[in-house]
């Protein structure tokens, strides 16, 4: 596994809004997407970050320097799209 690459922190305000409201959202991976409620957001001994979601399949942490972008699904949601990790960007410094 690579190494954790640390997210934005205005990133993280988004993301911490999803959980305390319960966003449903539209979450983009370099292997696909999903459509979960932002649970809560966790920190590992390592230092990486996962954004724990749930959905029909049940909970699943996802990294948060693997998601590329969110969309809140929501209805009235404080904030629209927000790119984390851009699909060019390469991951190999």
Do not use: W
């Amino acid at each position: 596994m690579q190494p954790y690459r640390i997210i934005d922190c205005h990133v993280h305000d988004h993301l911490e809004l999803a959980c305390i409201r319960g966003y449903q959202l539209l979450i983009e991976t370099s292997t696909g997407e999903m459509r979960a409620t932002a649970i809560t957001l966790t920190t590992q001994a390592d230092k990486s970050e996962y954004l724990t979601v749930r959905n029909e399949a049940g909970e699943q942490a996802i990294r948060l320097d693997h998601i590329q972008a969110i969309t809140p699904l929501t209805q009235g949601a404080a904030f629209d799209r927000v790119v984390i990790a851009p699909a060019d960007k390469s991951r190999e410094d």
